[in-house]
């Protein structure tokens, strides 16, 4: 099992550029989450999907739009990249007891 | 809301220190409760979870107890190694969309 795998792990975009950040999870898991992590703010809720055809906004979601392709893949697109959004993304997909496992993360750039 | 408070860091320990990091929850309901650790450069990565009360959640030699009456779980470990140097996140899950809610981290680093 690769567990949950993103693309790419590195980017760097300049300012009005867009971009999709991919991952998908190979655990059956109905549930998957995109994160954010910037230093001193810990991790904030982006957007998630409870399940297959659902989508629902987090804590920060502005500036984003999200896809729940089929159940294995969830995309994370940014339509017109603001140097604010520079930031470490993570993507999650849930399991049985709400425990989240974790993508090793996409470091975005924005210039 | 619910919300995780974690102490603040870094916290500094030399090789074969007992570690403890105090978390503390409210929530409205019954959580799941986890820890999560991030080496540098990495994600976040599950290392121990306990869903009910007076649960014990443990991993690669850290507890933590599930302590309902003073709403808290906090991390231990008995003998830290410098390879234990890295962010630890404590986070809760009510179930109603499978959030979790994260503290704020807390940076250990461990000096042989």
């Known amino acids: 099992n690769a567990g949950v795998t993103q693309t790419p792990k590195f980017q760097v975009l300049k300012t009005g550029q867009s971009m999709t950040l991919q991952c998908a999870q190979d655990m059956n898991h109905n549930s998957m989450y995109w994160y954010r992590q910037d230093p001193g703010m810990g991790l904030r809720l982006i957007y998630y999907s409870a399940s297959e055809g659902t989508t629902d906004k987090g804590e920060v979601p502005n500036g984003y739009n999200v896809s729940r392709l089929n159940k294995r893949e969830f995309s994370l697109r940014l339509e017109s990249a603001a140097p604010s959004q520079t930031s470490v993304y993570f993507c999650?997909?849930?399991?049985?007891?709400?425990?989240?496992?974790f993508g090793p993360g996409t470091r975005l750039t924005v210039t | 809301g619910d919300s995780v408070t974690q102490m603040e860091g870094p916290v500094t320990l030399s090789e074969e220190a007992f570690l403890t990091i105090n978390c503390t929850y409210t929530a409205t309901g019954y959580p799941s409760l986890f820890w999560y650790v991030q080496y540098p450069g990495e994600g976040l990565q599950l290392l121990l979870k306990?869903?009910?009360?007076?649960d014990k959640g443990s991993n690669k030699g850290f507890e933590a107890t599930y302590r309902k009456e003073t709403t808290s779980f906090h991390l231990e470990k008995g003998s830290v190694q410098v390879s234990d140097s890295a962010v630890y996140f404590c986070?809760?899950?009510?179930?109603?969309?499978?959030?979790?809610?994260f503290g704020a981290g807390t940076i250990l680093r461990v000096k042989s």
């Open positions: 306990a869903t009910k009360a007076d």
């Open positions: 986070a809760l899950s009510e179930g109603y969309g499978n959030k979790l809610v």
């Open positions: 999650a997909s849930v399991g049985q007891n709400y425990e989240q496992y």
